[in-house]
């Protein structure tokens, strides 16, 4: 009840618990569907993860500030399992090659990072009537991106121009930057859909209100499988299709009318969306080449562990390490381009940092099965919250969806929480003395403020170098008042842009040293990344410098890595 003289809800008690999950709800209502502009890429390159990594400190630092001044600190036994994982897999970090060691600590980062979001969440207790809001909030942000995939499909006139998302070759990627992450969150918002009208823990007790929930999730169950037939994403399938039956089957054993229903409800959706296509309406994907292409992947990172099993070949350094070890085989990027992931993230740590990232991954997979075990035994809410997550899960197997999709990684690490609260509850739990809880209370802020604050600044420059290349470096002033106040976030795309700036720059001053301090620069950034056009621009300055060494040297690999490239057929006459 309000106090009456909180002039506000929030100022009560209780209006501070709801903070952490309003916050969240904002985030994936309002925020995570705006179409930030960018230029494509992953990671901290989009503004769109830039943004949810300040939301999800900012959650954890409010989570804190508002935990009740008795409560206890506890972690249960799958927390102390992650934690160990994450601190083995710190490991390669001690013995990566300077060249990678920025880009692999931003990776361990993410994972050190998503870990304390996680156990964060666990200590959160939101009033009764909210606990389920974090399920429908997901909901609704993918019910959101499902309802603008479908009128780009069937309306595109309609879409309004703030949420006109990019298409490619006729496919709808929503806020996304690739249509199997835009599948992999429907899938995901199908099986929450399953689990919130199937489980009798959800059900309203007013039935009018009853009524409108269902009807609500029995069109969700219409339109998300038609979407996945549309989008044609195997994983989409693979995920909603494996987590759908497995839900299907968990209701059937409480609810056998409501899930005949909810069978039924998919199978329409499907229907509609088999016909739509035959009759053209969504243009046949092949599928051919994409296959072809994850097999080499997998067989040469398989090769590349074997070659290098007990150190790896260093955190961060697998896009120069996997087209460098293809390139002494003789091969090329035919048919691959640039490979930057081994699109399997148990691989890529793998790779990377050899057996001791091997076992922390291990780690990760037992504490894993281990929640899953329990939940298998209970049922319920436990084991559909572990279905839930399987698309996410299955994703990561097959692409790199926590990388293109920050959003992925939070709602995977949301979800976590809660299946491990509900699964683990009645375990032994580690409870910190009372010392513990002050200094966190203290430390876990400041350390989310100081995310927030650098995320933050981080976006605001991501915008800028955008507005920058977008408008071909015409005035790179705006971005270098932005980069003064960013620390890291966009540093190595800053000094990309420079560099670019100063080859412009150059046809105008004619300034030699702008040019030896591209090659300076070159040398560096290609030990780390693999890009034609830098080499096509280090080329250029070699041959003008008439610095014949270097330009044959970098001709040869140039021309092996990219065969086809029109820049890198000729050579210097002998």
Known sequence: MRHPQS?????????????????????????????????????????????TWAVMAAVTATLWLTLPANSHISLSVTARWLLLAVVILAIPLLYTSPHWQSAGLARWLGLAGGWVLYVSWMQYRPPHFARHWLFYAILLAAVFQGGIALLQLTLPGTVPAWFDYPMKNGRPYGVFQQVNVLASFIA??????????LLPDFSLTQPKAERGRRYSLGLVLVLFPALLVWLQSRIGWLGGGISGALLLWLGWRQAKKLTGIATGLMLVGITIALIFQINGGVETVEHAASNQARLIMLQDSLKMIVEK?????????????????????????????????????ILLWWVEGGIAALAGMAILLCAGFRLFWLSWRKHGVSLALAIALLPLLLHSQTEYP?????????????????????????????????????????????????????????LYANLSLTAVERNHFTDIQPARRAMAFDPWVNTERWHYDQQTHALLMYNQTRDPRLLENYA?????????????NVYASWLAIAQYQQDTATYRLLHQEAKALFPTDPRFLTDLPE
């Open 520 to 532: 300076q620069w070159a040398q560096g950034y290609l030990a780390r990344r693999i890009d034609k």
């Open 402 to 458: 926590f990388v293109l999709s920050s959003a992925h990684w939070a709602i995977f690490l949301l979800l976590l929480a809660q299946w491990d609260r509900q699964t683990d509850k009645a375990t032994e739990r580690t409870t910190f003395p009372l010392i513990t809880p002050s200094f966190l209370r203290a430390v876990v802020p400041m350390a989310s403020a100081v995310v927030f604050i650098v995320a933050s600044i981080g």
């Open 7 to 51: 002039p506000l809800p929030l100022a009560s008690p209780m209006g501070l618990s709801l903070l952490p999950l309003v916050l969240l709800m904002i985030w994936l209502i309002l925020l995570s569907p705006l179409a930030l502009p960018n230029m494509g890429g992953s990671g901290l390159k989009l503004p769109q993860n830039i943004l």
């Open 188 to 197: 995901c918002g199908l099986a929450l859909a399953l689990m919130l009208l």
């Open 309 to 345: 099993p007990w150190l790896g070949w260093g955190y961060g350094g697998f896009e120069y390490g996997f087209q460098h070890y293809r390139l002494a085989a003789g091969l090329s990027t035919l048919g691959l381009g640039v490979v930057r992931h081994p699109h399997n993230e």
